[in-house]
C-alpha cells in the first residue's frame, strides 16, 4: 500500500460497497420466503486489529496480509446466518464479527492495500478466495502460532488428521445447522489462548467479498463477509455467466456475481 493506492481507495471506497443491507440476514426472520436462523460460535480473537480472512486449509499462514483497515482489538463474538432450505439444506449465507451495537449504515469492501482499483465498478468485488469449502477469521499477530503448531506436527494432510475430528466432534456437540461432518469450528490455537472461528463457505469453493460496517458515526460497528445473495440467488434475471456450479452443490441455486 503506498499514497497513491491511498488517494486511489478515497475515490473508490464509496463504490465498493455491499449493495445488500447485510445486517437484515441477522434481523429478519426470511428473505424471499427463504427462512434465516442465527447461530452463535463464539468469539474471534483479534489481540492487534489486524483482521484477515482465508480459506483455513489453504491460505491460512503468517505470509498473508491483513486488511489495511484497523479494527478494534479484543475478543468479538461471531454469529452466522443460515439460510434454512428444503431443497438446498442449511447454508450458511453471511457470517457477522460484532464489534459495536451500533447499526451499519454502509458496507465497505475489505481490502489489503494491493489491489488494482482503476476501473472498478459497482458490480465488482476482490474478495477472498476458497479451494477447500472453508472460510475463517483471524489476526494477523495469531497466525505465527498457527504456522508453529502445523509445523512441529508435520501434518500429511491437516485436514484429514486433525481439523476432520474437531468438526466431527463439533456436529456432534451442536448439531443444529450442521451436516454430520460438521461446518464449523472454534479452534482455539494449541498453546495459546486464541481463538479462530472456521465456517463452511456458503456453497463451496469460490470467491466471496468481505465488508467492514460503518455506523452513522463513521466508526467501524461489524466485519460481514457475504457467501449468498438471497436476491440474486433466487432471482431469474441475469446471465449465467454470473453464476458458478460445483458438483458438490445444488445445480439451482445461483453463487454471488465475480
Avoid at 491460512?60 to 463474538?77: C, R, V
Avoid at 468485488?125 to 472453508?134: K, Y
Wanted: some cysteine.
Amino acid at each position: 500500500m503506498n499514497e497513491n493506492w491511498m488517494q486511489k481507495w478515497q475515490e473508490v471506497k464509496d463504490i465498493l460497497t455491499s449493495p445488500v443491507d447485510l445486517e437484515t440476514y441477522f434481523t429478519s426472520d426470511e428473505i424471499l420466503e427463504q427462512k434465516l436462523e442465527v447461530m452463535e460460535i463464539g468469539n474471534v480473537s483479534l489481540p492487534s486489529g489486524k483482521v484477515v480472512v482465508r480459506d483455513p486449509l489453504v491460505s491460512l499462514n503468517a505470509n498473508q496480509s491483513p486488511y489495511f483497515i484497523q479494527a478494534p482489538k479484543g475478543n468479538f463474538p461471531v454469529t452466522i446466518a443460515v439460510v434454512k432450505s428444503e431443497d438446498w439444506g442449511d447454508r450458511y449465507a453471511v457470517v457477522k464479527v460484532e464489534f459495536t451495537k451500533a447499526k451499519p449504515v454502509v458496507y465497505r469492501e475489505a481490502l489489503i492495500g494491493i489491489e488494482e482499483l482503476e476501473g472498478v465498478t459497482e458490480d465488482d468485488f476482490f474478495g477472498f478466495g476458497v479451494d477447500a469449502g472453508l472460510g475463517c477469521i483471524a489476526d494477523a499477530e495469531v497466525l505465527p502460532f498457527v504456522d508453529q503448531f502445523i509445523d512441529e506436527k508435520n501434518f500429511s494432510n491437516i485436514y484429514d488428521d486433525y481439523f476432520a475430528e474437531l468438526f466431527a466432534q463439533s456436529y456432534k456437540d451442536h448439531p443444529n445447522n450442521q451436516r454430520e461432518a460438521g461446518d464449523w469450528i472454534n479452534w482455539t490455537v494449541p498453546g495459546t489462548n486464541y481463538q479462530i472461528p472456521m465456517f463452511a463457505s456458503g456453497f463451496g469453493d469460490g470467491s466471496y467479498p468481505v465488508y467492514f460496517a460503518y455506523d452513522v458515526n463513521g466508526e467501524i460497528c461489524g466485519l460481514y463477509i457475504q457467501f449468498i445473495d438471497i436476491e440474486l440467488a433466487l432471482s431469474e434475471e441475469g446471465d449465467e455467466e454470473d453464476y458458478k456450479d460445483d458438483d458438490d452443490q445444488p445445480e439451482n441455486f445461483i453463487f454471488l456475481k465475480n
